[in-house]
């Protein structure tokens, strides 16, 4: 099992961090942040793809083709793990040492969308206040990492549940001759 999440894992982090590498140099060199979240997010279901592949791998090559839920999902934990531990420290490197003020030009980038779409000054000043909290967390590196495992580690669960779910077997299945 160990070589399985571990193998899996990794491949889902070097998907994960290449796609946020070139996806955070593009945004922010053309301070064009349009698209990125659906490229983050597709990304994201790309890489934990590789929680299916693991599970069904470790049932159906090394353990009789019965996994139970439990186990099912405790494999794709642990490459949910792995995948979004590198994700994160990936974005440590890449905001501490590459772009500190991606803060300062993401919140200026919200402000303009949202006055570009009718925004009432009430409603930029609450959009303002609500982005001063992420700010105030990007101050701490806890922050930075809190923030970063919640943009990721929910998809990988979530995922996760619904292949321990599908693949899921508790008896050995009938073999046919």
Request: glycine share 6%; hydrophobic share 50%.
């Amino acid at each position: 099992m160990k070589k399985i999440v571990l193998v899996c894992g990794l491949i889902a982090g070097i998907i994960l961090t290449c796609v946020m590498v070139v996806s955070t140099a593009v945004c922010y060199t053309n301070n064009n942040y349009e698209g990125n979240m659906v490229l983050g997010y597709a990304s994201m279901i790309l890489a934990f793809s590789l929680i299916f592949v693991g599970i069904k791998n470790f049932r159906d090559n090394y353990n009789n083709r019965i996994i139970s839920f439990g186990k099912a999902f405790t494999i794709g934990l642990y490459i949910t793990l792995i995948a979004s531990s590198m994700y994160v420290f990936t974005w440590l490197i890449e905001y501490y040492v590459f772009i500190p003020d991606f803060m300062e030009k993401y919140i200026d980038h919200v402000l303009k969308e949202a006055k570009a779409n009718g925004a009432s000054q009430l409603e930029l000043d609450k959009k303002l206040a609500e982005l001063a909290g992420y700010t105030e967390m990007y101050k701490s590196p806890l922050g930075v990492i809190a923030l970063t495992y919640l943009e990721i580690l929910p998809v990988g669960l979530i995922i996760s549940l619904i292949c321990a779910l599908l693949l899921k077997r508790n008896n050995q299945p009938i073999q046919t001759a």
